[in-house]
């Protein structure tokens, strides 16, 4: 556990003092403006992840200077006091007030989460994190009166984060100069929308976490994977990977800073003000962050005898044949969710319009869909 801001810390002391020959309330608590308001906040993941970085801890920062200091947090990471994907679960119960929640990792709970991995023609960490923020944002019905956060998440408060930088193929050396190189190949699938587009392309896919996919690379257990190249160095593939194609997008890994709706009433409109307009102030950097970071892997790994491919320089069968699979999942996917009575037509077409907002790309058949 590390005390966050500790610029804020005598200043909390005094003003807890001061609280207390008042007669003032718990420090952990949250009802009155200017008590001071300490939060435990977590994230599975490690204290140099992008994520924790540059978004959940500028938050922090943001919402103590706003504030004066009255909010202070204390922070796990790591795995220290909530592992992934559990960060959801630990706000519901109060083990934790604030989190990084990743809910493509629970898609029994959050089935449409996973929307922001469909694949792309084109896109970049500011367009689908632009896209993600007015999703979770939008007001529009998208069933039963209910938008598309309200049928997600409707038991959390939710502050949108930017997403990953595009998911590309990398291998510890496997070229795609063929169909027949795409067809049987090994990748590590990150979500159930890989595990279709593989399936769709011929490519064996292999179900894991991220912390132990090092681990198999190494012994030749598969031969790459799905992965945002920004997001290397948090495990080390960039000492593995060999060869990447870039130019096309498998779609970007979302995240969001929650609290249980509860715990947001229980606060005083002052704080609810003070992280509202914090989210607006880190959420730009924070995705950048993520493309600031494969600009400086890439050349790194080129050093190493890395090669990246522009997906415009296969063999025009090689394009051909990942296109067609880009196109399948979109409505793969949809029929899922319209199997287990879900929105899936809406909620593809939603993110599709969303993107295209922002400068994103798909193919022409997922244009069409109506």
């Keep these: 556990m590390k005390k966050h801001g500790s610029r804020y810390l005598a200043a909390g002391a005094a003003m807890t003092l001061l609280l207390a020959g008042c007669g003032g309330g718990d420090s952990a608590g ?89 694949p ?74 890989h595990e279709m587009y593989a399936a769709k392309t011929g490519i064996n896919s292999v179900t894991m976490p991220a912390v132990e996919i090092y681990d198999a690379l190494s012994r030749g257990t598969f031969e ?34 929650g609290m249980s709706q509860s715990r947001w009433d229980e606060l005083p409109e002052n704080v609810q003000e003070a992280m509202t307009q914090a989210n607006e102030d880190i959420f730009e950097a924070g995705a950048q962050e993520w493309m600031d970071r494969a600009e400086a892997i890439i050349p790194e790994n080129e050093e190493n005898g890395g090669k990246f491919v522009e997906f415009s320089e296969l063999d025009q069968e090689v394009q051909d044949h990942f296109n067609t699979g880009i196109e399948d999942t979109w409505t793969d996917y949809a029929k899922l969710l319209e199997d287990n009575g879900l929105p899936g037509n809406e909620v593809v077409k939603m993110w599709r319009d969303l993107l295209i907002e922002e400068g994103g790309e798909v193919p022409e058949a997922v244009m069409n869909l109506e």
């Design 30 to 118: 949250g009802g009155s403006e200017g008590e001071t308001i300490t939060l435990r906040a977590a994230t599975g993941l490690s204290a140099q992840h992008a994520w924790w970085e540059a978004s959940m801890v500028p938050w922090m920062d943001r919402v103590e200077e706003l504030t004066d200091g009255q909010v202070q947090f204390e922070t796990f990471t790591g795995g220290e006091l909530v592992s992934v994907p559990d960060e959801g679960d630990a706000l519901q119960s109060g083990t934790v007030d604030v989190a990084l929640v990743l809910p493509i990792y629970q898609p029994d709970q959050f089935p449409m989460a996973e929307v922001t991995m469909l």
């Design 120 to 193: 792309l023609n084109h896109s970049d960490t500011l367009i689908a994190s632009n896209a993600w923020k007015k999703l979770l944002e939008s007001e529009e019905e998208l069933a039963d009166g209910q938008t598309y956060s309200e049928m997600q998440f409707g038991d959390f408060k939710v502050f949108p984060v930017s997403t990953t930088q595009e998911y590309s193929i990398s291998t510890t050396g496997h070229e795609f100069n063929s169909v027949s190189d795409v067809e049987g190949t090994s990748l590590r699938t990150p979500s159930r929308i």
């Design 224 to 257: 790459g994977a799905f992965y945002s190249i920004a997001d290397w160095t948090g495990y080390g593939f960039q000492d593995l990977f060999r060869y990447t194609v870039t130019g096309i997008n498998f779609g970007h890994f979302n995240a969001f800073i």
